[in-house]
T-cell receptor
Framework: AQSVAQPEDQVNVAEGNPLTVKCTYS??????LFWYVQYPNRGLQFLLK??????LVKGSYGFEAEFNKSQTSFHLKKPSALVSDSALYFC?????????????FGQGTTLQVKP | NAGVTQTPKFRVLKTGQSMTLLCAQD?????MYWYRQDPGMGLRLIHY???????AKGEVPDGYNVSRLKKQNFLLGLESAAPSQTSVYFC?????????????FGPGTRLTVL
């Protein structure tokens, strides 16, 4: 069965420091992976995606993610965190069964960036 | 271009009452989805639609019904609300199901069932 895991409920980082939000996946075949961000009382916003090609994917707001097939991971990274990056982050994988575009989401990781 | 909009933003129901949540998108997207978000559980798919007039069950469909009579609208119905349906509901849409297409989300509806 396909699944996504975000092993950390919360990540705390000081402003200006690099941040990493972890995501691991389990799928058969090639994974299509996504990161979304949710600010308080808002809907999810798309950050970036990995379909194929370069393992390092660049996205919105200075975020990037590294796809690692051998470790089945797709960690979200940013070189220098901002207080405004504080939000809830979701990793998702596209369900391969059928042509429906369904996404399977991780449980989410709260990122707290402190001044 | 409003994107994906949801009506209402908040609602409080008593057990056994019914209601309909409306999702509208103005991006001419074929695919639409209804999710519920509960703390520590991420988003779970309730129902989805791959085109006007079509609907299908997702991961947690029990207690919900949907309709897609118009391409731009996707309605989620609760016939007899239960406290377990207290949640935040999100609608999303995408152009097609293709791997390259991310989903666009609405702002959510916060539903409380007493």
């Amino acid at each position: 069965a396909q699944s996504v895991a975000q092993p950390e409920d919360q990540v705390n980082v000081a402003e200006g420091n690099p941040l990493t939000v972890k995501c691991t996946y389990s799928v058969s075949g090639n994974p299509y992976l996504f990161w979304y961000v949710q600010y308080p009382n808002r809907g999810l916003q798309f950050l970036l995606k990995y379909i194929t090609g370069d393992n390092l994917v660049k996205g919105s707001y200075g975020f990037e993610a590294e796809f690692n097939k051998s470790q089945t991971s797709f960690h979200l990274k940013k070189p220098s965190a901002l207080v405004s990056d504080s939000a809830l982050y979701f990793c998702a994988v596209r369900a391969l069964a059928g042509n429906t575009g369904k996404l399977i989401f991780g449980q989410g990781t709260t990122l707290q960036v402190k001044p | 271009n409003a994107g994906v909009t949801q009506t209402p933003k908040f609602r409080v129901l008593k057990t056994g009452q019914s209601m309909t949540l409306l999702c509208a998108q103005d991006m001419n997207h074929e695919y639409m989805y209804w999710y519920r978000q509960d703390p520590g559980m991420g988003l779970r798919l309730i129902h989805y639609s791959v085109g006007e007039g079509t609907t299908a069950k997702g991961e947690v469909p029990d207690g919900y019904n949907v309709s897609r009579l118009k391409k731009q609208n996707f309605l989620l119905g609760l016939e007899s609300a239960a406290p377990s349906q207290t949640s935040v509901y999100f609608c999303a849409s995408s152009y097609t199901a293709g791997s390259y297409n991310e989903q666009f989300f609405g702002p959510g509806t916060r539903l409380t069932v007493l």
